[in-house]
């Protein structure tokens, strides 16, 4: 299920130029990308996560409902498929079987920033059962939900048992632990997927946020799902912080809070005011750079009311510099959320340029 | 030259001329051969005392007929030798009876018909009658008003109506809400034919142009057992124009409107004994109004191109008449645009998603009407409507000006509506005197098809309703009449035994009308209807999925069954000389159960596999248990002879049902029209204004909580002066329409649908494009 695809939109002109001017018998592979404008195909119902490679120009497009739990090979991190909205409630009991139901429990999502000691599974137990929502696909229909339990764990595989919640389709497994980053599971195939490339630097995907009021803030009157804790899928721009990706972000209007109003201050500000083609390698080090997986994250893109028209903002006076996985600087910014043949909404654009001494 | 009676030209001068000859002749004959004493007849204008030339005189007992006309003294000479009535009647005058004594010279001054008493009028009724004669109340705009408003097209006809609303939609166009009741409730009928409804489930009025109408007749109230299904609001009769044998003339007209309206038609008509032949033709164009001066406008830019044809062969005493009118509408409704990374161009760029419609209309009937025998009249009415619309999407770049089709299938759709209509109507009675029992018979039989896009593949869609009709009229003394109504229905989708008439499980519709003349000036007309709606085939089988809607039908929908009761009252006067005036109140009380709405779903959970959870607009049609309106009207109608016409009206309507709880929501209305006619310089004023109160629409949320969504109030004003030149060949009116530059009125509250649910909008409702000035030039030769 893995498709490369090179899509060089839109290529500094002079860039490429003075590249082949210079050197016409250097193989390609061994010259790193200079700058590209790329879009990533998301759709309109972001389906798709994009894992992009900045040194190489590539971008690699994964279906998002393949996968529930992902196990990280060299660690005991376990994240669920955020992209989805899959999340996990704990029963009471540690009995497996006397799992029969999700009524009375507390879904918890995985943070949207990315981080692995924040995710619903954190500080999981061996032999304690739990409940998992297997999200919802492209339409939003739920996919259902099953209990599972890890039995036991060794340094290549994962002992996993699971089932409907009235026990049916019981299945006990060995995960085997994969050579990559995490190990991608599917509850819903029983199988292992291949989900992340090799070499990637950053992946525009869905994440879950939560949108409204927190439970905890509303005492007795909270039905979670109904009047709290409603998720809701956000495009956002997750960095490879496991493989050592850092961003320090230059944003000229800091200052401002983010705001859904057309008419706000910081919604009036344009791609003018960015400070992209002054920005150098320096400055990453002025500004300081940020290891967080959501250093980028969301901050590019707004949507603006009424929300029902799907207008976005794309904060495009933002700049990221990126040191990337192989220790290249590059300077990035968005575009545009708007993309595609049918000038969709989920197909963010956006340009990024080699930063050298 | 006073245009208000245009309409009363009917056969008039012609049939005059004639008769007038022929009597002379007759006359001559009785004075060779006999030399019998006559009794003198003389006829003037009540006004002005002027001899009246050409006046019919005619003897009520049918058992002793004979008739007369006066002469150029306005006298008329009857050789009677007893008493008898006599029944003086004269076009534009009303119609009088009186005793003759042999002998006594008698002096008639007859009323000119100021109030359109005794103007023609056909709907509602099974024969051609006229205004003050009709047990329905019908309401008339003629085409010296559609020329004085400068009406381009229905909605801009009805704007100042009182009980009507129109409501603009971008993309559905405008809708009537009549007595408080929206849509598929108010029925349209084109020279009697019913016409299909449109995209919106609703009529979008602007489809419906005025350059060929003679006159509009509206009736409030159902007439179910004329018209069968639909008509449960009431009903909109737009007369299209009818020419006289040996009538020949050619007419076009130009019409500017400073909001960006370019209209131009043409009609030509030729007529030889027994038989005219009409033809016309016009563009109009739209630029496309958008208050906030956004690329998304509120009134969507168009294109309609008008033909119609129409021929009326006059054979013995029946009219044959074949027509058809033909519109084809282009426009196109333009999205906002937004930052987008241009695909094509590889460039960041401006991209809006633009919708362009192409719509056609087709109306087409085949009516024979008119006397079989004496006593025996016929009215066949065979008509076909089709409404078909295909929608493309592109997406536009503004920056670089190009646009593209959207690769997305479901982006793009064509969809049309069929109505077949079959209807005879066979009255027994003296229709030539209006007196007597009547009885009437008559079927009706209704074939509705749609298909393409927007209606569900799998769906079976033959919505027919057939219908057996049967009335009888009872005049009891000179002064009641009856007319008790049945309609025997049946549907090939529903059963209509649920009319359960009387408890009987028979599927029968009634009304009843009356109508009770205390004097000359003064009657009383009192109708009970019964409303029976099957659900149409949009309502059943919509379906409009794309990105941003989900909006279908629902086939578990149940027919509507309403009753309506409306009294109403009409008294005249004259005060002093030559002023007439005239004030009708009316009340009515609507309730329709399982009244059918489009309501939003609520519960995304239930949408379809397929269907995006989020989809912004999730629609369906559901029934709503009761649905109730109630409301007063006041008309009052002062003509003055030296040239002044007032219309003042006042309108109270509440509306309340099980969505409120049966709570009420009351909204009031104003409005008047006047004009003046300056005799000297041959000029007429006109003024046109209507105050719209509050009007509060309520809908029960999920949890049973009522909502409102009120529209604020607003006020229109529209000036116009109109002059004949070159002896009538020459006609213009100019004006302002609008004169206090209403556009957007705000919505406050929070409910969840009602006049707005199509839409989506929420903190305003575009009423109107802002003050505007018009003018329009019409060239007849004869």
Not at chain 2, 205 to 211: A, H, I, K
Not at chain 2, 640 to 661: A, C, H, T
Request: negative net charge; contains cysteine.
């Amino acid at each position: 299920m893995r498709k490369h695809i090179t899509l060089f939109l839109y290529l500094l002109s002079t860039l490429l130029f003075f590249g082949c001017d210079n050197d016409d018998d250097v193989e390609p592979t061994d010259e790193i990308e200079t700058g590209a404008t790329l879009t990533a195909a998301m759709g309109s119902d972001l389906v798709d996560q994009v894992y992009i490679d900045l040194s190489e120009g590539v971008m690699t497009s994964v279906a998002v409902n393949t996968w529930e739990l992902a196990f990280e090979n060299n660690g005991s991190a376990i994240k669920t498929n955020s992209a989805k909205k899959v999340a996990i409630a704990i029963p009471a009991t540690t009995d497996f079987d006397e799992v029969t139901s999700d009524d009375d429990l507390v879904y918890s999502y995985d943070s949207s920033d990315g981080d692995l000691s924040a995710t619903a599974l954190d500080g999981w137990e061996t032999n304690q059962p739990y409940v998992i929502d297997l999200g919802v696909d492209e339409n939003g229909n739920a996919l259902g939900i099953k209990k599972f339990i890890i039995t036991a764990t060794t340094s290549t595989t994962v002992s996993i048992q699971y089932a409907e919640l009235d026990g049916s389709d019981a299945q006990s497994v060995d995960v085997e632990l994969d050579g990559g980053d995490f190990t991608f599971y599917s509850l819903i195939n029983s199988q292992t997927v291949e989900v992340e490339p090799a070499n990637w630097d950053l992946v525009l995907t869905a994440v879950s946020v939560r949108t409204g009021a927190p439970c905890a803030a509303m005492g007795s009157s909270a039905v979670p799902g109904v009047n709290c804790d409603i998720y809701r899928l956000s495009a956002s721009a997750i960095t490879n912080t496991y493989q050592g990706v850092q961003v320090a972000v230059d944003n000229p209007f800091s200052e401002l809070e983010e705001d859904d109003d057309p008419e706000a201050e910081i919604n009036q500000q344009s791609i003018d005011s960015s400070n992209f083609d002054e920005l150098g390698i320096s400055d990453y080090n002025t500004i300081g750079a940020s290891s967080s997986a959501d250093a980028i994250g969301r901050t590019w893109l707004q949507i603006l009311e009424p929300h029902s028209s799907g207008v976005y903002k794309v904060y495009d006076f933002i700049t990221y510099i990126v040191k990337d996985v192989d220790g290249n600087y590059y300077k990035l910014r968005f575009l545009a959320y708007k993309g595609g043949d049918n000038a969709e909404n989920g197909y963010p654009t956006f340009e990024y340029e080699l930063l050298t001494e | 030259m006073n245009f208000m009676k245009v309409n009363n030209a009917l056969s008039g001068l012609w049939t005059r001329k004639v008769l007038m000859i022929v009597c002379f002749i007759l006359t001559v004959c009785v004075l060779k051969v006999s030399a019998q004493e006559y009794t003198i007849v003389t006829v003037l204008s009540a006004q002005d005392k002027a001899p009246l030339v050409g006046v019919t005189l005619h003897t009520f007992d049918e058992s002793k007929k004979n008739g007369w006309l006066t002469d150029t003294e306005g006298k008329a000479y009857l050789a009677i030798t007893e008493p008898i009535k006599i029944t003086i009647s004269y076009i534009g005058y009303l119609t009088v009876e009186k005793e003759i004594v042999p002998g006594e010279s008698t002096e008639i001054k007859l009323e000119e018909d100021v109030l359109g008493l005794d103007e023609v009028v056909v709907t509602g009724s099974f024969t051609p009658t006229t205004s003050s004669q009709s047990l329905h109340k019908v309401k008339k705009i003629d085409a010296a008003m559609i020329e004085a408003k400068g009406s381009v097209n229905l909605a801009d006809l009805l704007q100042t109506q009182l009980n009507l609303k129109i409501i603009q939609d971008d993309v559905l166009g405008s809708r009537v809400v009549m007595q408080g009741i929206s849509g598929p409730n108010v029925k349209i009928l084109i020279d009697g034919v019913p016409v299909v409804n449109g995209s919106g489930g609703n009529f979008d009025l602007s489809q419906f142009n005025m350059n060929n109408v003679e006159r509009v007749e509206i009736v409030e109230g159902p007439l179910s057992v004329q018209y069968g299904t639909n008509a449960l609001a009431g009903t909109i009769n737009i007369i299209t124009k009818s020419y006289q044998e040996n009538e020949s003339l050619v007419s076009t007209s130009a019409y500017y409107e400073s909001v960006g309206q370019y209209n131009v038609d043409l009609a030509l008509a030729k007529g030889w004994k027994n038989l005219s032949i009409s033809a016309g033709g016009g563009r109009n164009d739209f630029d496309g109004y958008s208050s906030t001066g956004e690329r998304s406008e509120d009134w969507i830019p168009r294109t309609q191109y008008l033909a119609n044809a129409k021929i009326k062969y006059h054979f013995k005493s029946l009219d044959i008449t074949g027509s058809f009118d033909q519109m084809w509408q282009n426009s196109t409704s333009h999205g906002e645009a937004s930052s987008a990374f241009n695909s094509k161009t590889s460039k960041l760029s401006q991209i809006a998603d633009d919708h362009y419609f192409n719509t056609s209309r087709f109306n087409g009937a085949l009516i024979v009407n008119g006397a079989l025998a004496d006593k025996h009249y016929i009215n066949i009415v065979n008509g076909v409507s089709k409404y078909n619309q295909s929608k493309q999407k592109y997406l536009q770049d503004v920056v670089d000006d190009i646009k593209w089709l959207s690769t997305e299938v479901s982006d793009h759709d064509t969809t049309g509506f069929v109505t077949w209509t079959s209807r005879g109507t066979y009255v027994y009675g003296n229709t030539k005197k209006n007196s007597g029992i009547y009885l009437t018979a008559g079927y009706e039989l209704s074939n509705n098809t749609a298909e393409g896009g927007k209606i569900r593949s799998d769906a079976d869609v033959n919505v027919n309703d057939y219908g057996l009709f049967t009335a009888l009229e009872i005049p009891i003394g000179t002064r009641l009449k009856i007319q008790p109504a049945l309609r025997y229905t049946y549907s090939n989708k529903y059963d209509t035994k649920e009319i359960n008439f009387l408890d009987s499980k028979l599927p029968i519709l009634p009304s009843l009308n009356l109508k009770y003349n205390i004097n000359q000036n003064l009657d009383f007309r009192f109708s009970y209807g019964q409303g029976y709606r099957t659900p149409s085939v949009r309502e059943l089988y919509y379906e409009f999925i794309d990105a941003n809607h989900y909006i279908v039908g629902n086939t578990e929908l149940q027919p509507e069954i309403g009753h309506n009761f409306n009294f109403s009252s009409s008294w005249r006067t004259a005060i002093g000389s030559g002023t007439s005036v005239s004030i009708s109140p009316s009340v009515f009380l609507t309730s329709i159960d399982n009244k059918i709405e489009l309501v939003r779903i609520i519960d995304r959970e239930t949408l379809p596999e397929d269907v995006p959870k989020n989809v912004p607009v999730a629609r369906t049609y559901a029934n709503i248990k009761n649905f109730k309106s109630i409301g007063f009207n006041l008309n009052g109608e002062i003509i003055s002879n030296n040239g002044i016409r007032l219309n003042p009206g006042f309108g109270v309507l509440s509306r309340s049902g099980s969505e409120s709880d049966n709570e009420f929501y009351t909204s009031y209305e104003l409005n008047l029209n006047a004009s003046y006619f300056i005799k000297p310089i041959e000029v007429k004023f006109n003024i046109f204004y209507k105050y719209n109160g509050k009007i509060t629409e309520f809908a029960k949320d999920e949890d049973g909580e009522i909502g409102i969504l009120t529209l604020e109030q607003y006020n229109t004003l529209d000036f116009s002066l109109s002059k004949s030149l070159l002896k009538g060949k020459v006609f213009t009116s100019l004006g302002a329409k609008n004169l206090f530059n209403v556009t957007d009125i705000s919505l406050v509250g929070d409910g969840s649908k009602g006049l707005v649910t199509q839409t989506g909008r929420e903190s305003y409702y575009p009423i109107s494009w802002g003050r505007t000035f018009f003018i329009k030039i019409n060239y007849t030769i004869h």
